[in-house]
């Protein structure tokens, strides 16, 4: 007897004039979450979706090179203006979907495009702080210019 593993991942992107685009990748029909319409999207995510240290991680998002996929990239300003919350959910075997596995929140980091795929790089929008870490707001002038990754230098 084999167990079957039912996932579906829920891509809910703000581009930088802030359009969302709604995508998920199990329901060909596509799926209504709340007063959203998720419409299919044969996206594929690679990399670390949570982590228990929340270091910076890290995530590559393919999609096929349509339309849609490098109207992404084009609005988003090379994927470096965008917001992404990205849902990962079970779904049973009557095909409703269940219990939450993860939600995360990402920013755009930029993106590559080649003859059949696009790839979307996103890094996590918050990381862990440590309890040595000086009890002050981060601003230009202790820190620079805020990076999109978690190297900090502090003066």
Known sequence: MTNEIRLVQFFNLTDA???R???QNYFIEGKNRGNKMFDFAPFQVIGETSSIGGDNSQIQILFPATQYAIALVETGKGNRKTQLELTTRI?????AVKELLSKEFYIGLGATFSEDTVELRFSTAIDAVGSSFPAQRLSEDNV????LESALSLR
């Open 17 to 19: 004039t802030g359009l």
């Open 21 to 23: 685009y709604l995508f």
């Open 91 to 95: 779904v049973d075997e009557s095909g």
């Open 144 to 147: 620079g210019n805020l990076p």
